[in-house]
Nanobody, 120 residues
């Protein structure tokens, strides 16, 4: 079955950079678009970014592009989210997601998330 395992979340200071990773298995990775969401306490899950199966196309949520960059390593079934200039409001659980084909659309599977905490 499909498994998405996030890692790399931790406590960081305001202004820091951080990269979180997602290891995928059980799917045709290079044929599957991947994405990142986040959910802060008391808030709805929010779309951050997605990347096509080939990595040639990426999509970003409102206000996300600029500080967040999505990338992927198809040789190792990994997808990354690079975050910069982190703020306390970036504190959330960050979730990896996969879709049904190579273009971003409906989420098919979710990871369990990794906690990112930004301290001032």
């Amino acid at each position: 079955q499909v498994q998405l395992v996030e890692s790399g979340g931790r406590l960081v200071q305001v202004g820091a950079s951080l990269r979180v990773s997602c290891a995928a298995s059980g799917l045709d990775f290079s044929g599957t678009a991947m994405g990142w969401y986040r959910q802060a306490p008391g808030k709805e899950r929010e779309f951050i970014a997605a990347i096509s199966g080939s990595g040639a196309t990426s999509w970003y949520g409102n206000f996300m592009k600029g500080r967040f960059t999505i990338s992927r390593d198809n040789a190792n079934n990994l997808v990354y989210l690079q975050m910069g200039s982190l703020k306390p409001e970036d504190t959330a659980v960050y979730y990896c997601a996969s879709t049904f084909d190579s273009t971003w659309g409906q989420v098919a599977h979710w990871g369990k998330g990794t906690q990112v905490t930004v301290s001032s």
